[in-house]
């Protein structure tokens, strides 16, 4: 029997937060090709923008000229080992933006094949029938330390080494990232994040603010609101798709 084919609808937002200078988070979207970016960049001076937008435009660039036939896995691999390449020799080059780097979390769609990959601690969640799923790990040295059972949740949120992350794209010659593949159902919604969301709002308050019967633009709107009345701390960006008949 053949299965409907669901298509997808995307909105983003992204805002400086209250107490940082700057904003440097990036995001990418290309609807018809199915790609779907959230950055969040690292580094002295303008370092740190530098790193996520160049690593946004080279993932755009790469995964919007595929050639249609090749394998999402490949794609993927591909993009983010040019990513990753461009960042580092650009940082080898020039001493201001030595060690610069950026996280990255992404989702490639087909109809109803869903890759999501990351390398950081920017995160994909799926929000399925009003519960909310983190997809994605992060590569941080708290999460780490929970995952091996050295740290609880709670402890992990109030530690002082929760920004410290273990992989990065740009920051080395090589790097591994992350891959999730998923059958997306009609309805899913993804979210694609930067910590500064998921620093100040716990995953129920987030399950909460996207059960709420609104179009994306405005879920993404009462996202990053809320983490700004929770503080701000830091550069906040959404990314959210939502798969439809
Ligand atoms: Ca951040």
Redesign the pocket.
């Given at each position: 029997m053949a299965t409907a084919l669901v298509h997808y609808t995307a909105a983003a937002a992204s805002d400086r937060g209250l107490r940082r200078a700057s904003n440097e988070d990036a995001f990418g979207i290309s609807v018809e090709h199915g790609v779907f970016l959230v950055c969040?960049g690292m580094g002295g001076a303008a370092a740190g923008e530098i790193a996520s937008a160049l690593a946004v435009d080279e993932m755009l660039r790469m995964l919007t000229s595929r050639a249609e036939a090749a394998p999402m896995v490949q794609a993927a691999q591909e993009a983010i080992l040019i990513a990753n390449e461009a960042i580092f020799s650009l940082s080898q080059r020039d001493q201001n933006l030595r060690g610069m780097g950026t996280t990255l979390v992404g989702l490639l769609v087909e109809e109803r094949h869903v890759l999501a990959l990351n390398v950081g601690d920017s995160r994909c969640y799926l929000m399925r029938n009003g519960k909310l799923l983190q997809v994605t790990e992060d590569h941080s040295f708290v999460d780490e330390q929970v995952r091996l059972g050295h740290m609880t949740r709670e402890q992990a949120l109030r530690s002082n080494f929760r920004s410290v992350i273990t992989r990065a794209l740009g920051t080395q010659s090589q790097v591994q990232p992350d891959m999730f593949q998923l059958e997306a159902e009609p309805g899913d919604l993804f979210l694609l994040c930067?910590?500064?969301l998921t620093r100040e709002l716990t995953d129920s308050a987030i399950e909460s603010l996207l059960g709420v019967d609104l179009p994306l633009e405005g879920l993404c709107a009462s996202l990053v609101s809320a983490a700004n009345q929770a503080g701000g701390h830091?550069?906040i960006t959404c990314v959210l798709a939502r798969a439809e008949l």
């Amino acid at each position: 029997m053949a299965t409907a084919l669901v298509h997808y609808t995307a909105a983003a937002a992204s805002d400086r937060g209250l107490r940082r200078a700057s904003n440097e988070d990036a995001f990418g979207i290309s609807v018809e090709h199915g790609v779907f970016l959230v950055c969040d960049g690292m580094g002295g001076a303008a370092a740190g923008e530098i790193a996520s937008a160049l690593a946004v435009d080279e993932m755009l660039r790469m995964l919007t000229s595929r050639a249609e036939a090749a394998p999402m896995v490949q794609a993927a691999q591909e993009a983010i080992l040019i990513a990753n390449e461009a960042i580092f020799s650009l940082s080898q080059r020039d001493q201001n933006l030595r060690g610069m780097g950026t996280t990255l979390v992404g989702l490639l769609v087909e109809e109803r094949h869903v890759l999501a990959l990351n390398v950081g601690d920017s995160r994909c969640y799926l929000m399925r029938n009003g519960k909310l799923l983190q997809v994605t790990e992060d590569h941080s040295f708290v999460d780490e330390q929970v995952r091996l059972g050295h740290m609880t949740r709670e402890q992990a949120l109030r530690s002082n080494f929760r920004s410290v992350i273990t992989r990065a794209l740009g920051t080395q010659s090589q790097v591994q990232p992350d891959m999730f593949q998923l059958e997306a159902e009609p309805g899913d919604l993804f979210l694609l994040c930067s910590d500064g969301l998921t620093r100040e709002l716990t995953d129920s308050a987030i399950e909460s603010l996207l059960g709420v019967d609104l179009p994306l633009e405005g879920l993404c709107a009462s996202l990053v609101s809320a983490a700004n009345q929770a503080g701000g701390h830091d550069n906040i960006t959404c990314v959210l798709a939502r798969a439809e008949l």
